[in-house]
């Protein structure tokens, strides 16, 4: 037992000792509730790493008193999957309550193995519990994902933290022999990013580097060691929220070298090519926009031919479109403009539509005002006849700024010649 590391002896096996999640889990939420019924439909939980997907599935599971099977999209294949779901069928003689198939990394399972589940599924001879770090609405087959109710998992608070921290020092089988003073605490949740395993990771190589049973723990002595020991605690070596963010901003930066270093270290490190393409689509639409149209463009045929060629060549793809992305110009105008819409939206609740461009199917409606006085552009000069589109209590409000670059300043000419009171 004591050769397990420090996160797997500390793993939770109840619901009350169960850390973070309280909008899930908490007393009186809404998967707490579903659990204590006993009866629990298939579910996806969706969050980032070591927030406590994997453990919440085994509590599940343990508290249902269900049969659990673990499969690893990483590792696992469709054969995999069905020799599952044949001992799934043969428990099914034996009055067994059907068995919960556990499913880690579930965005990472192919079209095909993801239909070799949607049977077992829709049949109830499983029910599933998929993990992933990634949204689902992208990566999750349509007609299992509205077989799956999801449950998104948010990243643990420094209060959270700082109880696991608390726990694994006074209650570890191994830790509480040691006198272990944490003095301070800060670079332990900095190195760890909110993800609970890596937190137990980074404080089991600091004690174990330390000789003497009394550790005191303090933010340059947590650096230094893990500087010596960086793969030891992270996967890869890799730093994945500070390396995407690197790559994102380089890109944003306009600075191709650097962005292609850290597309480089991601592939490297061995992320997920897909995840990589989605956040140059996104990208495209956020930072480069209508200062290059076409960028969004290159972006989404990037995302598709990733999905369609994969590793190892689906590198030069993503490097030509970060490259691409790098050296274009730079607008976040779209960004601005629909963050500026939904704040005021908020603010302003359901403002009705004007009478004028309301759709009037019926006589009733015509006779009503509905579609009165619309004016058809096409049926003026230049495709263009002046009228408001705006509810009448926001009718001067403005979203849409173009921003100084040769595309967007196109569309500031035709924007002045067919609004030249507004702009």
Known sequence: MSSQPLAER???KSLDDYIGQDHLVGKGAVLRKMIESGNISSIILWGPPGVGKTTLAKIIANTLDRPFYILSAISSGVKDVREVIDKAQKQQFF????????????HRFSKAQQDSLLGAVEQGLVTLIGATTENPSFEVISPLLSRCQVYVLKSL????????????????SRLKHKEIVLEEYEALLRFSGGDARKLLNVLELVVNAEESDRIVITNDMVTDRLQNN???????????????SAFIKSIRGSDPDAAVYWLARMIEGGEDPKFIARRLLILAAEDVGLANPNALLLAQSTFDAVH???PPESRII?????????????????YEAIGKAQELVRRTGNLPVPLHIRNA???LMKDLGYGKDYKYAHAYDGNFAEQEFLPKKIKKERFYTPQNNASELKILERLKAWWSKRY
């Open 10 to 12: 500390l793993r939770p």
């Open 95 to 106: 009055n067994r309550p059907n068995p919960i198939l556990f499913i880690d990394e579930i």
């Open 157 to 172: 608070e420094k209060e959270d933290l700082l109880k696991i921290l608390e726990l694994a020092i006074n209650k570890d």
């Open 230 to 244: 960086l793969a030891t605690y992270d996967k890869n070596g890799e730093m994945h929220y500070d390396i995407i």
């Open 308 to 310: 369609q060629i994969g």
């Open 318 to 334: 993503l490097s030509e479109c970060t490259i691409y992305l790098a050296t274009s110009p730079k607008s976040n105008s779209a």
């Open 361 to 363: 199917p019926t006589k």
